[in-house]
């Protein structure tokens, strides 16, 4: 098999996830469907294309709109015709570079751009919608691909998007945890801590918190200790999923915080607490969530004992 074969294939396959990703856009939605399995299928091999599609306002989006341009003075009508379509399929981030052609010399050049403008803002709206589904989907199968290649892109999904493309964002970098840098993981932690802040409903909140369990950076400590403190949250679940987070990061603070949550007058937290301890302490030590703060005295008494070996403090310790 030759290298000019190779070269071939590898530039076919490319193409190919390139229409994959254009689909994405379809009306119909059983095309979006393939479009997106196809992607999937491919991995980590369809991950430069699904990066390049991620790109706003890529050198390489400008070379295409050049190109496109300069067959708008064709001699063949319908050649001018496609341009003009081609121009109008690669969406409103083909507006800013597209500015620059409104006053060409050529008056058809000058008609044909303005007209293109004029139906791209026209559909500004409805394309900031489909591209927030679109770059949601393609957000998605870069943490399903697991290539580390993905993380830059995903950092800035993460950093500016929609809230639900940063949501995404925030679990596809959990899935590629192996492959973050720490400083990759305290940037990841401190952004999804900026989104929580702002997130609306327990359920998103939750899904947040998970993803801070996936990066174990202590940055999340703080914030996650608080929430659990605080008694004015009432939403059980919201806390357990802090517990988890505080679990997985193992810090002293955060695994003290856990075994003072065996106080805790919810049973359904005392539970969670007593699930993740028992994990990391290898025992339960007889700890029951059902029983009382006097009948589990013992048992509280021994996680803490643990804790005091574990981390070389003793209890009194700030």
């Not at 530039?11 to 689909?23: H, K, T």
């Not at 390489?60 to 399929?89: F, G, I, P, Q, Y």
């Not at 993803?211 to 940055?219: D, E, G, K, N």
Request: charged share 30%; with cysteine; net charge negative.
């Amino acid at each position: 098999m030759n290298l000019l074969f190779l070269f071939g294939f590898a530039f076919l396959q490319e193409d190919e996830f390139s229409r994959a990703i254009g689909e994405l856009r379809s009306k119909d939605a059983s095309k979006r469907a393939a479009a997106e399995d196809r992607l999937r299928t491919a991995g980590a091999k369809g991950v430069p294309a699904i990066l390049q599609a991620l790109e706003e306002n890529s050198s390489a989006l400008r070379e295409r709109v050049k190109a496109e341009v300069s067959h708008l003075s064709d001699r063949d009508w319908s050649r001018r015709n496609d341009a003009m379509k081609a121009l109008l399929r690669l969406g409103r981030g083909a507006l800013p570079p597209l500015l620059e052609y409104e006053a060409a010399g050529d008056p058809e050049v000058a008609w044909r751009v303005k007209a293109v403008i004029a139906e791209l803002r026209g559909r500004e709206v409805e394309e900031e919608r489909e591209d927030q589904d679109r770059k949601h989907i393609l957000v998605r199968l870069l943490g399903e691909a697991g290539d580390g290649a993905a993380i830059p892109a995903l950092l800035r999904a993460l950093s500016d998007g929609g809230a639900e493309v940063r949501m995404v964002a925030a679990e596809a970098m959990a899935s590629l945890r192996e492959h973050l840098g720490p400083a990759q993981a305290e940037e990841a932690t401190e952004l999804v801590l900026e989104l929580l802040s702002t997130m609306e409903g327990a359920i998103a909140k939750s899904r947040l918190i998970r993803t801070l369990a996936a990066y174990r950076s202590t940055l999340c400590v703080a914030p996650l200790v608080l929430l659990l403190q605080d008694r004015s949250e009432r939403n059980v679940h919201l806390k357990s999923a802090a517990i988890g987070a505080l679990a997985a990061g193992g810090s002293a603070t955060a695994v003290r915080t856990i075994v003072e949550t065996l106080g805790h007058e919810e049973p359904y937290l005392r539970h969670a607490a007593a699930q993740h301890l028992g994990a990391l302490a290898g025992d339960d030590f007889g700890f029951d969530a059902r029983r009382s703060a006097e009948e589990n005295r013992e048992s509280v008494a021994r996680f803490r004992e643990w804790w005091e070996k574990k981390y070389g403090l003793t209890w009194r310790d700030p």
